[in-house]
């Protein structure tokens, strides 16, 4: 018998896990990410002959009710067609009843990965803008993320932004337009009420938990007051702007707003604690970014921003200079930041009352 | 005497044509069958699978020499034969591999409180193990931390396992006529285990298509799992335990 080295051992495992696509037409390359429920492969499309992502689920579904929920996910991303949301092409079983979805390749980093990189705050700031405004877009069509956070968005090398992971997205019939009134009607098929408003299948095993009082969805550093406590009758749309705030956070200060060890740390925490100021983390931080942060991170509903565009908004309106409704500037502030943004004129103007002080020096002479 | 050779040409038993090619019957189970000659198959069965990982764990775990670990492992397997120590597992306890670890430090430490050699003739049962290829393998590793020798019984088992199902694999595919299958898949996957090529320099290396390549692989990582699975399937007693195993080994339940 041939003697397998430590390194024969992994790669042989890791060739037995991988799925067999035999039945479909896509033929898997290489795994490219795991998390506790499902796997990510790189495939190739054999008809077309392109590459693509396919994540296969780690449970099996003799049942169909997985395979149900996954459609279900695929439509509610159909729904949302927009550049910054990963379009899925395919849901199936696999012959050992898993449940598969292809979905476009996205090449680029995870945002936690991408914020180590050294980057600019305008330039993040630009990256957040885009998440804003792929949630917003999404709340707009009435379909609640309900578990962002820097994992689940990547970034491209050319800047692109994709939020990914919908696979615990709720609907909001009553709140959501014609399209997600139309959504909900064609995507509710015969599931229940909890498999309606419940998609358990995110990649992270975080993301769902069962709890004595209902379900927890969300990855704990980044869930809102909310969801924490398992009230999923009040999740909507300022739940992700919740965890939009926990991302500006970890963007600006490096770090998440809480770091719960447990859920009952999480809930205590997030409850019933304030975070410490990201200025705390990054005094260079402007104000006007933390209070956006802080915001979104009120504990009461109504005090966040209502919607993400609000906090988009804000965002635009920071990087043109610009007041932010989160901040109200006092009169210093305001006149600093207004002689920052017509420094040239005021030079200009004090070059030219200089020269008159110089003239006037000298004739008086 | 009665001698059995496991080693090393038995690797392929239990597959197509080979000890329970129906049902895949567990050979724990058949271990305690009434039936002499299906108990003699299980007993070859898993003295294929664990001698290797029982060898090296004696060596290691008491730091024995080569002589002395070769007569513990044959004692300890003849013991388990005679005393039928297999059925005593009990499914709901412990993993069969952690009972069969148990069992042999049961039987070490009594070996060494009756200080005596084993000796073993007459009419005992002496198995023809590959101990050499053992020592060889425990010459190229790095030994393990004093602390990890339980872990280290784990991944013997784990390399035990695996290593049986490639030989298995290649004389399926060869058996088969699919050499080229096999070929692609020991290059791709263990020749060169940290940096394995392209399919497109498989392409080019084996002159078939990028497509050829990706399917022959397909076929035979499908084959290689299967035959993982079985072999998963033989060496445990419950569909609890092969799932609690194949997903230790495989990371995914199996249907």
């Not at chain 1, 309606?196 to 009082?213: F, I, K, M, Y």
């Not at chain 1, 809480?258 to 990201?278: G, Q």
């Not at chain 1, 993400?308 to 309106?317: L, N, S």
């Not at chain 2, 591999?97 to 070490?108: K, P």
Request: net charge neutral.
């Amino acid at each position: 018998m041939k003697w397998l080295s430590d390194s024969m051992v992994r790669r042989l495992r890791e060739e037995a896990d991988l799925p067999d696509l035999g039945g479909t037409k896509y033929r898997v390359i290489q795994r490219v990410a795991s998390g506790g429920m499902g796997t990510v492969y790189l495939a190739q499309d054999t008809n077309l002959g392109r590459k693509l992502a396919v994540k296969v689920m780690n449970l099996q579904d003799p049942s169909g009710e997985l395979a149900s929920r996954m459609l279900r996910e695929a439509r509610i991303v159909a729904l949302l067609e927009h550049p910054s949301i990963v379009p899925i092409h395919d849901v199936g079983t696999l012959a050992d009843g898993r449940v598969f979805y292809a979905m476009k390749l996205v090449q680029g980093g995870r945002l936690d990965q991408y914020a180590k990189e050294n980057i600019s705050l305008p330039d993040l700031l630009r990256v957040f803008q885009k998440v804003c405004e792929a949630v917003a877009f999404a709340h707009a069509h009435g379909v609640v993320h309900r578990d962002l956070k820097p994992e689940n968005i990547m970034v491209g090398a050319f800047g692109e932004v994709l939020v990914m992971d919908w696979g615990v997205a709720k609907v909001l019939a009553s709140r959501a337009g014609e399209d997600g009134a139309q959504a909900e009607r064609e995507i509710s098929g015969e599931l229940d009420i909890d498999a309606r408003t419940t998609l358990p299948l995110s990649s992270g095993a975080e993301a769902v938990r069962e709890t004595a009082g209902g379900m927890l969805i969300g990855t704990p550093a980044y869930m809102s007051p909310e969801q924490v406590l398992g009230k999923t009758d009040l999740l909507d749309e300022r739940t992700d702007v919740y965890a939009l705030g926990a991302i500006l956070y970890f963007l600006t200060a490096g770090r998440s707003p809480f770091e719960p060890a447990s859920m009952a740390d999480a809930r205590e925490l997030i409850v019933n604690r304030t975070p410490l100021r990201p200025r705390h983390f990054n005094p260079k931080l402007p104000r006007s970014i933390e209070a956006m942060a802080l915001k979104a991170l009120s504990k009461e509903r109504e005090e966040r921003y209502a919607t993400a565009q609000e906090m988009a908004d804000d965002i635009v309106r920071f990087l043109d200079g610009k007041p932010v409704s989160a901040y109200p500037e006092n009169i210093v502030e305001r006149a600093g930041k207004w002689a920052n943004q017509h420094r040239f004129i005021i030079l200009l103007i004090l070059a030219y009352l200089l020269m008159r002080f110089i003239v006037l020096l000298i004739f008086r002479r | 005497m009665l001698v059995r050779g496991l080693m090393p040409d038995d690797t392929d038993s239990g597959l197509r044509g080979g000890r329970f090619p129906i049902t895949r019957l567990s050979a724990i189970v058949a271990a305690g069958s009434q039936d002499q000659a299906e108990r003699s198959r299980a007993f070859d069965l898993l003295v294929a699978a664990y001698w290797m990982p029982v060898y090296k764990y004696i060596r290691i775990k008491w730091n024995k020499s080569s002589e002395d670990a070769k007569d513990l492992t044959q004692g300890f397997f003849v013991t388990a034969l005679e005393k039928n120590f297999f059925h005593r597992y009990d499914p709901a306890r412990a993993r069969f591999r952690t009972f069969l670890r148990t069992c042999l430090e049961g039987f070490v430490s009594n070996e060494e409180k009756a200080a005596r050699r084993i000796k073993r003739g007459g009419n005992a049962v002496i198995l023809s193990l590959d101990f050499d290829s053992a020592e060889d393998q425990l010459a190229l590793a790095e030994p393990p931390a004093p602390n990890a020798t339980d872990e280290y019984f784990e991944a013997e088992w784990a390399r035990s396992i695996l290593g049986l199902a490639v030989e298995a694999l290649r004389s399926e595919l060869l058996a088969g006529g699919k050499e080229i299958y096999f070929r692609l898949f020991d290059r791709y996957v263990l020749e060169d285990p940290d940096s394995p090529p392209s399919y497109k320099d498989l392409a080019r290396e084996f002159d078939l298509s990028v497509s050829n390549v990706t399917n022959y692989l397909a076929a035979a990582r499908r084959e290689f799992r299967r035959i993982v699975l079985e072999k998963l399937r033989e060496l445990t007693a419950t569909d609890e335990e092969f799932r609690r195993e194949a997903r230790t080994l495989l990371g995914v339940d199996p249907q």
